[in-house]
DNA sequence: GAAGTGTGTGAGTGCACACTTACAAACTAG
DNA sequence: CTAGTTTGTAAGTGTGCACTCACACACTTC
């Protein structure tokens, strides 16, 4: 027994999310998953009930992380008010994806929810980072609309590669923005 | 002659934007193109030079098409101010995505802009409206910014179907939202 | 050490799909 | 009418990939 199946999963589903954030469900095929993580494709199979099954645990991964590193950044806010603590979230999260796969994930997953299983993931992952942030920080429905509102603008600044685009038009859109 | 080329290739791309919005670009054959724009798979391949210059040429015409209407919804504003120009722009793009081909469409190449030249698509719609919005409105930059970031957070609630979700934290992202 | 259980893989199988080619029909030019 | 051009297709071809299966090795239990 090299290692357990629950050890494996993990290490599969790191992987998952990397490999997935760059070309998407559609364009990843399962062997690409099985090399990141170090195993065959057919023992991956045997750890996920299909590709979608792996690409729904996958999803539940990202989120996790997100959540976790929020909340972890709520802990270090320097205030109690809404304005502090969703100031400090943002800044948690904007150091979280700077390696860009758990923004990117986020982006694949949403281009592919018409796949049922998928979209329900995602409804789940966004209703676990959003009910946190609201009441952590104690903010107004306006508030946290504005907290995701400029964390999907950072979606398209990240997939569009505005930070390289000196142009004023997109200077506009990247001014003010963390970190990206 | 039936038909000509020029006038063909404007009903696949019409066909193209709506069907790639559903599935994206890999989970679509061309042959679903084709089907939706009544000719044959090949005559597809002849028109245009490949599945991804037609997934371009689908892209330009999206943004042709939101760059339009937004610049109508401008006309219609009833004052000057760039809060007012906004407003109206706002609404204007509300109505056109009613039917979410083009809202979706927008996230599909979003998520594919690991392919060079469809993030070269993706910047030049992006550069072709907000260079407008900007200019028109007489907007500041973070004007501007919002009107993108609140635009973006449109995309989330679509795709996730946050309208049909009555809990509170969908209720606070999708609040003042207009239309979707 | 035999039997059972959990971990792991190589070698398929079948199908979907991007793209090509050979050919046909409509139209035009002279 | 004929020769040439443009519009259009049916029928391939080759490849990549999701998923399976038979099999092997490690470890435990009695």
Redesign the pocket.
């Known amino acids: 027994?090299?290692?357990?199946?629950e050890a494996?999963r993990v290490t599969v589903l790191n992987a998952a999310v990397s490999v997935f954030a760059r070309a998407g469900f559609h364009a990843?095929?399962?062997?690409a998953v099985a090399a990141a993580a170090g195993?065959?494709?057919?023992?991956v199979?045997?750890l996920f009930s299909?590709?979608?099954g792996l690409f729904v645990a996958a999803a539940g991964a990202c989120f996790d992380r997100i959540a976790a590193a929020i909340e972890a950044g709520a802990e270090r806010a320097t205030g109690g008010s809404p304005e502090e603590v969703l100031d400090a979230m943002g800044g948690a999260y904007a150091e979280l994806i700077a390696d860009r796969d758990l923004l990117l994930f986020q982006v694949q997953a949403q281009a592919v929810t018409d796949i049922p299983e998928i979209a329900e993931a995602v409804r789940a992952g966004y209703r676990q980072v959003a009910t946190f942030v609201q009441s952590r920080a104690g903010a107004s429905d306006a508030q946290v609309q504005q907290f995701f509102a400029y964390g999907q603008l950072c979606h398209l600044i990240v997939t569009a590669g505005l930070e390289q685009v000196p142009e004023p038009w997109a200077r506009a859109l990247t001014s003010g923005i963390r970190h990206p």
Chains 1, 2 share one sequence.
């Open positions: 027994m090299r290692s357990t199946a494996r990843t095929p399962v062997t195993i065959s494709e057919a023992y199979f045997r299909g590709k979608l």
